[in-house]
């Protein structure tokens, strides 16, 4: 499973981390990603990081976010700075799990988390 936090309301111009920890049965996790969706728009690819530590991210977010992932915790971060009300979504993480050596990932989804920048 696939716990997000890290949401709320706040101020254009200011700053959220979002924190999204993977439980439960784990071998290994590997690619991990953040979407968002807003009102009336279809869900859109945030950023993501390999479990290499590559990253990649959309454009209109490069430079004010940034991914993150603690291996040993199973977890993934994303920092928003520089928040626009553009910005306002639902987050949502997901990572590609794997059980045991002998399966692939299976892609798992948190429960997201909202995200408010007010004007």
């Known amino acids: 499973q696939l716990q997000a936090c890290g949401g709320g309301l706040v101020q254009a111009g200011g700053s959220l981390r979002l924190s999204c920890v993977a439980s439960g049965k784990i071998f290994s996790v590997n690619l991990m990603r953040w979407y968002r969706q807003a009102p009336g728009k279809q869900r859109e690819l945030v950023a993501g990081?390999?479990?290499?530590?590559?990253?990649n991210y959309i454009e209109s977010v490069k430079g004010r976010f940034t991914i993150s992932r603690d291996n040993a915790k199973n977890t993934v971060y994303l920092q928003l700075n520089s928040l626009k009300p553009e910005d306002t979504a639902v987050y949502y993480c997901?990572?590609?799990?794997?059980?045991?050596?002998?399966?692939?990932?299976?892609?798992?989804w948190g429960q997201g988390t909202q995200v408010t920048v007010s004007s």
């Open positions: 990081i390999a479990s290499s530590g590559s990253t």
């Open positions: 997901n990572a590609v799990v794997r059980v045991n050596s002998r399966l692939p990932g299976d892609h798992y």
